[in-house]
């Protein structure tokens, strides 16, 4: 005998709702791990989560429960070895000028020596 809650379903009611407007509920097992990636390099990090597909007739849906940790990641250079010896060659500077102004310039070669020739670096 299943009890039900005032103003509540039970869980055949439920399942059987959600077979007539199509909707299909899966666990996914042994899941280890489970990361979103933001376009800034920020992430985020779930460890063992719990996640679940639900899949409607509008396309599918996860859902992830479970602790996360929000993850900062520095970005990585912009620039290439090769950057580097064409800006000290053309601009005349030492390495670490050189790096120092292809990071202002966001790793663009050409802007950097720019920089360096217009006295900003």
Known sequence: MIL????????????NLMKQFGIQ?????????????FESGEK???????VTIIKSQEGEMFQIIGKYELVRESPSEAF??????IVMEKANVDRDQAIKALK????NPAEAIMLILSGEI
Do not use: C
Request: hydrophobic letters at 30%; charged letters at 35%; proline letters at 7%.
């Open 4 to 15: 039900m809650i005032p103003g509540r379903i039970n869980p055949r009611q439920l399942r």
């Open 25 to 37: 509920i899966e666990e996914l097992k042994n899941v280890k791990e489970v990361t979103i990636t």
């Open 44 to 50: 985020i990090h779930f460890t063992r989560p719990s």
């Open 80 to 85: 290439t070895e090769e950057d580097i010896r």
């Open 104 to 107: 202002k310039a966001d790793g």
